[in-house]
């Protein structure tokens, strides 16, 4: 039960907009780069889009074989 609970936070749109921002703000706030915190906003933001997918293929390709 508690895999999937963590299978679901890390899927979440919601986390990963969070970590995003969250990055964001300490990169601008520390360099005041836009830039910078946009580009690591990016690659934050593709980074969770992996893991989503791959945890969503993992759950039908479990399905599958039922």
Do not use: H, P
């Amino acid at each position: 039960m508690k895999e999937k609970k963590w299978k679901r936070k890390l899927t979440s749109r919601k986390l990963w907009l969070t970590v995003a921002n969250l990055a964001t703000m300490i990169i601008l706030n520390i360099t005041g780069s836009q830039e910078m915190a946009t580009q690591v906003t990016t690659i934050i933001m593709a980074a969770g889009g992996v893991i989503a997918y791959v945890f969503a293929q993992a759950w039908c390709d479990s399905k599958e074989g039922e």
